[in-house]
């Protein structure tokens, strides 16, 4: 884009100009994708808790609901209370939302559809994830209220533990791939999924899950939702605020989902490749047929569906307590993030290339076993049952008030 525009007109102004153009579509992305999660996420929180979720506003599947709310957060009273600090009080919200937009400037979204590629993209998207912290722990110290500054101090804590088997385990794909450029590392998984980098070794294969597990830690998400645990805290670091500055929080937690789950998609899962076709999409479909292709599998087929995998783990995992969630970090995960970089290290450089290729075979034929079993699983299980028994994937299971009653 910049490219075209400084043809008709000077450099600056079409520098000017494309990073407006640039900053708006991602804004606008981050909008309306915070408005679906938001609606997703109490629709499958609804069906986990056997209800419906919204039904009213915008049809029987509610689909207005989420703007609905959006317009009347837009005319709340926004209320800061008497002893805060009003300026660090006003700029938290703006510092976590900024925080995980500028992510997406580094994010391709296709082949060569990023907003500014760098050489160390992955470096800086943790860089500016992790610094989305800085607000929460502000939005705690400036509230006056112990409530928030409790929340805010979990979240620095817990932040600042997860950050480094996170990282740790980023290394592990860019030791495969010998980059830093996100864009370098997803065009070299083009072909069928079996050449995603997941399934490079069993140390990238465990990386993924360590990968996730933690980032879902630095979402805040549950079960690792110290910062605002509502059974404790009553709303955490946010319990203060209200109106738009209140939706900002929530903004930018779901466009960090977004961002890390991206970035999941593109070290480990194949980034823009469906791993269905054996070809690069804008090579043999065209440049705009398949960047569209492209984005669709990018954004829906992983992006998303490791978002929903996040709501999923919210609403069916009990929260940890503020010692769990430390021990789970130091004592298992960064040791183990330790040794997967110290393995896949040794595996570039001792394991030849068609050993690598039949474990990758191997892994992957494990995996596709593995969930084609378990749907068959699913299938098989009746899901309607007498009332006081478990349907699904958990007939046959009796908890101890059901053995009693027979």
């Not at 394991?351 to 892994?363: A, D, G, K, N, S």
Request: glycine fraction near 8%.
């Amino acid at each position: 884009m910049l490219s075209l525009l400084s043809e008709y007109l000077p450099y600056w102004i079409a520098v000017v100009a494309t990073a407006f153009i640039v900053a708006g579509l991602l804004i606008t992305f981050v909008a309306v994708s915070a408005l679906f999660f938001i609606w997703l996420e109490r629709k499958v929180s609804g069906r986990i808790q056997d209800r419906l979720g919204p039904t009213r506003t915008g049809g029987r599947f509610g689909w207005l609901q989420t703007i609905a709310d959006g317009i009347k957060l837009l005319t709340k009273e926004d209320t800061i209370p008497g002893l805060a600090d009003r300026t660090l009080f006003r700029l938290a919200p703006i510092i976590a939302f900024v925080a995980s937009f500028v992510a997406f400037l580094a994010l391709p979204f296709g082949k060569d559809l990023v907003g500014f590629e760098l050489s160390v993209a992955a470096f800086f998207m943790l860089s500016v994830l992790s610094s989305e912290v800085f607000g929460v722990i502000l939005a705690g110290y400036a509230s006056a209220s112990k409530w928030s500054l409790f929340g805010g101090i979990r979240e620095a804590a817990q932040v600042v533990s997860y950050e480094v088997p996170r990282a740790l385990c980023v290394l592990v794909p860019v030791v495969v791939a010998g980059s830093l450029n996100l864009n370098t590392i997803g065009n070299q998984q083009v072909g069928m999924f079996w050449q995603w980098n997941i399934f490079h070794d069993p140390f990238t294969f465990v990386a993924f899950g360590i990968f996730f597990i933690c980032a879902t830690a630095s979402c805040k998400r549950a079960p690792f939702d110290l910062a605002d645990a509502e059974s404790e805290l009553v709303a955490g670091f946010h319990t203060e605020y209200s109106g738009l500055r209140w939706s900002f929080f929530f903004m930018a937690e779901y466009a960090s989902m977004f961002a890390v789950s991206g970035l999941a998609s593109i070290l480990f899962l194949g980034g823009w490749h469906s791993g269905l076709l054996p070809f690069e999409p804008t090579e043999s479909l065209g440049i705009v047929f398949g960047s569209l292709v492209n984005v669709f599998v990018f954004v829906v087929m992983k992006c998303w569906f490791l978002v929903f995998i996040m709501m999923w783990m919210r609403w069916s995992l009990p929260r940890l307590r503020i010692d769990q969630v430390m021990m789970t970090c130091l004592k298992y995960f960064l040791p183990i993030s330790c040794v997967l970089l110290l393995g896949v290290w040794l595996w570039q450089l001792i394991v030849p290339m068609w050993f690598t290729q039949i474990t990758r075979y191997l892994l992957a034929g494990l995996t596709v076993t593995g969930i084609v079993w378990m749907m068959i699983a699913i299938v098989r299980r009746p899901m309607i049952t007498k009332p006081g028994e478990l349907g699904g994937v958990w007939a046959g299971i009796q908890t101890p008030g059901m053995r009693a009653r027979s």
